[in-house]
């Protein structure tokens, strides 16, 4: 795909470890464009310094600047890019199939994501003075939760096609793919997700997928 | 306001202390939208249910169901309403504004509730071990982090009105509001957020924010 006008007027913030940027890649990927990519370390707290924070206080990754406005959070990002490029869309046509889409996304983005990220593994490390065995423990439990509510939901969904909704990725798969990845790191057993191992068999035939794997972006190490 | 056709359709899973109820009753309140209630004991464990896992089956509340179809996770159940019943508008008009509103929401509900809910409460008293004290702190922690970047934002924003964005509540307020209520029962000093409190109290001038409130409900205790 070739280079939207679009995207000369983007810069995206990325590190190839993180989750979300890895959500963003693959939004961009589905859309066709390509902004500049700046990579901040995150082992190396180069969120944290006072460049970056002036822009995303949070000091998180990804962000993506647009017109000289910052947008923050990878799911803000998301609608954006969807509001902004409406083809191919990232949510259903109709409301409740974008609600369930959004719904899915998330349990990733709202009950799975949060309790694993690497401020909170620091925290449980100290002050809190967890081992790594704790550590995976603690990540192994919600990540598990969380991919059960949605294999439940997606075995049960008559929506379900090749993806989470239908035959095209949405904000749901989008989502997933990356968790699927960060619970395999965590040593989760996931033969009790078979409809999830399908869909991401699915989307990895796809190169937009493909292409915003961590291990396949410039800064991977 | 007089009950709209649509919300004889809808029923609405509720518990007054969820703060992710809070935002769905002060989204539904705002749309002018009555449908009705289900009181779902979180602290007697109603969510675990069978019955109510049939639809939901993360075992959370809020939940809504309209048309037969279930939502779960609030955010997806906001935007949902925001689609079926566009006025007002719970978002701004513009995409970067929206982009700004969404990524102020997602603060609260990918960055701070997560960490604060009460599944996680329970994991780190049982099986990590950890006292009131320290459950209290690391609140305090995760909700004086996010709470700082909202801050930080709003206070540098040009679109900073009454409410986060402009003079009418938008996602962000409804994320904003019942996280100021969990602030303050972590004890959470709020003098260094001069906006937000400035904001919350724009918020409870409107019976949408204040009829919505824990102790408001029907189901308080």
Not at 11 to 18: E, L, Q, V
Not at 99 to 106: D, E, N, T, V
């Amino acid at each position: 795909m070739s280079s939207s006008p679009l995207s000369a007027t983007m810069k995206h913030y990325t590190y190839f470890r993180s989750s979300a940027a890895f959500r963003t890649r693959i939004a961009l990927n589905l859309k066709g464009l390509k902004p500049e990519q700046v990579f901040v370390h995150l082992r190396k707290g180069e969120q944290g310094t006072e460049g970056y924070r002036a822009f995303n206080p949070q000091g998180l990754i990804p962000a993506l600047v647009h017109y000289g406005r910052a947008i923050g959070q990878s799911l803000a990002i998301i609608e954006y890019l969807d509001e902004i490029v409406p083809e191919p869309p990232l949510l259903p046509a109709d409301p409740l199939g974008r609600a369930y889409a959004r719904q899915l996304a998330y349990i990733v983005a709202c009950e799975i994501h949060p309790l694993g990220n690497m401020r909170v593994q620091n925290y449980l490390r100290d002050p809190l003075g967890h081992s790594d065995a704790e550590l995976l423990a603690w990540s192994r439990h919600w990540i598990g939760l969380g991919l059960l509510a949605i294999e439940t939901l997606v075995s049960g969904a008559a929506q379900t096609g090749r993806f989470c909704h239908g035959d095209q990725p949405t904000l749901a798969d989008i989502c997933l793919i990356p968790q699927m990845g960060n619970a395999r790191r965590a040593e989760l057993d996931l033969t009790p997700y078979p409809n999830l191992l399908r869909i991401e068999q699915a989307a990895f035939e796809l190169s937009a997928f493909t292409d915003a794997m961590p291990k396949n972006q410039p800064d991977a190490e």
